[in-house]
């Protein structure tokens, strides 16, 4: 056991709990618990989403899949940063004009009907558990590595932590722990940047020429197609990584924690930038945990090379560093994880249990208990998917929460914005084809079925050979959302359209 690594977690741990004890002092009503009662300023939220953003994905997931496959795994970085200029300019200000919230508030803005509300509720559970499974898949990898506790017990510890977080602080606990952890991951990435950077004499050229001897790959590590054999296999992740963030409800909501559409999109400027700078060193990671920590030692210590980034710190900056990254990753995780236990229960709580079983008549105390068992039923669920993942690496299994959200979420956002004719029965086709086709495409694909032993959750030759479903999915959704609407006999009203299409734009309701 790393034993500063170890007092490094219980101080993160407890500073994190502190701050939930005090939020939980102010989260009364239904407001408090989901949204912070909108009290974040924009560069609050900004922080708080880049820190919902950078997940075990962007910082164990990435620098990992660079490491091991180049080129190839530099992709990521480029879909997750160029992902927000979708979320800037289509969706932030809208959702936060239409919406309350959830995402369901704002589709049912325009359709008020509750197969509306109930399927959007269950997509947003069914993309958070998804996501969900990919943060807990880190957590276990990395505290086995640091504490050498068993990964089963190191997926407890985190689901445990992640659900009193959510139960007892709600949105404000939530935010400001991903507030920390965003400053935390940006100085310990800076750090190692910086320290890989002065290896290579801080220059570009001579970085770039030594990784062509650095790794197994040889030359063609700074090349594509190491890991993406097939074009449509790097389309497919590209188009999923680009449009998923959009239809992400643990991001989606972070836009009801503001007070109007002006801060809404102050706060993904400030977000876009963090994240931007994040992304860019994440080149330096992945080079300098392939330069300075090597294959063997990557994949011996996860299969997935999801402790790259941890093993890299201690190879260039020795016990402390290691432990403080590890920290830090840590940290990343509970932030994350909290936010999707948040999105999957409110969803539960204010869409299914208050207005579709208590038809809006449950009050403020009774949708928030039904939102704390709501997390703790999530938890759980997540929890035992996780275990059947470990060998995964996480920046694929986020991808593929990506993929589900741009199916099954993206479509429905962009039609009840921008189509006049788009009606009750195109939201619910195109959110359902939209799931149903992604999560059938995962379930028979490369990452369920592998003939080799070990390399997948089962054994045996898939159906589908794409890793990400995205290339396929995204048109499903699209196509049953306007097929939906156009065998339908049912017309909305034009007139709602009108309403909806200014309230979208300007925040102004008119009758």
Do not use: C
Not at 10 to 29: D, F, N, P, R, S
Not at 61 to 70: C, E, K, P, S
Not at 379 to 393: P, W
């Amino acid at each position: 056991m790393n034993v500063l690594a170890f007092w490094l977690f219980l101080i993160i741990v407890g500073l994190t709990l502190v701050i939930t004890y005090y939020a939980a002092k102010k989260t009364k009503t239904t407001s408090d618990f989901y949204t912070a009662d909108s009290r974040l300023t924009g560069w609050q939220n900004g922080l708080a989403i880049a820190g919902d953003y950078m997940s075990a994905a962007s910082f164990l997931g990435i620098a990992g899949m660079i490491a091991l496959t180049g080129f190839d795994g530099f992709f990521y970085s480029i879909g997750f940063l160029v992902a927000y200029l979708v979320v800037l300019y289509f969706v932030a200000e809208p959702l936060r004009n239409l919406g309350k919230y959830t995402l369901a508030d704002m589709i049912t803005a325009r359709f008020d009907n509750k197969k509306v509300r109930g399927v959007a509720a269950l997509n947003t559970m069914a993309i958070s558990t998804f996501y969900m499974i990919a943060q807990l898949v880190g957590a276990g990898g990395l505290i086995k590595l640091l504490l050498g506790i068993d990964y089963t017990y190191s997926v407890l510890i985190v689901g445990i932590l992640m659900t009193i977080y959510v139960v007892f602080g709600g949105m404000t606990a939530t935010s400001w722990v991903q507030i920390i952890k965003a400053v935390l991951l940006m100085i310990g990435t800076f750090i190692i940047s910086l320290i890989v950077f002065s290896k290579f004499d801080f220059n570009v050229m001579k970085m770039f020429t030594e990784m062509k001897s650095a790794t197994p790959l040889g030359e063609s590590f700074l090349n594509p197609g190491n890991k993406f054999k097939n074009p449509l296999d790097m389309i497919s992740l590209n188009l999923a990584l680009v449009l998923g963030t959009a239809g992400l409800p643990h991001i989606l909501i972070r836009f009801f924690t503001v007070k109007d559409a002006i801060t809404a999109r102050k706060s993904v400027v400030y977000a876009t930038w963090i994240i931007g700078i994040f992304y860019v060193m994440t080149i330096f990671l992945g080079f300098g945990a392939a330069a300075f920590v090597g294959f063997d030692k990557i994949t011996a210590a996860d299969a997935g090379g999801n402790m790259a980034a941890p093993l890299l710190a201690k190879a260039i900056g020795g016990d402390f560093l290691f432990a403080f990254i590890s920290a830090v990753a840590f940290a990343t995780i509970l932030a994350v994880v909290a936010g999707l236990v948040l999105s999957a229960a409110s969803a539960f709580a204010h869409d299914f249990y208050s207005n579709i079983i208590r038809r809006g008549q449950a009050t403020e105390k009774e949708q928030v208990v039904a939102a704390r068992w709501a997390s703790i039923g999530v938890a759980v669920l997540s929890i035992l998917l996780a275990l059947f993942a470990q060998k995964l690496n996480v920046a694929f299994l986020v991808a593929l929460a990506f993929a589900v959200a741009a199916s099954a979420n993206l479509p429905v956002i962009l039609f009840t914005i921008f189509w006049r004719r788009f009606n009750t029965a195109g939201a619910v086709t195109g959110m359902m084809f939209g799931l149903i086709s992604s999560l059938v495409f995962v379930a028979i694909g490369p990452n369920v079925w592998s003939p080799e032993v070990g390399k997948a959750i089962l054994v045996g030759k898939p159906l589908f050979n794409l890793a990400n479903p995205g290339i396929i999915s995204i048109p499903v959704g699209f196509i049953g959302a306007i097929m939906g609407t156009l065998l339908s006999s049912k017309k909305e009203d034009a007139k709602k359209f009108d309403e909806i299409l200014v309230k979208a734009n300007t925040g102004v309701h008119i009758q």
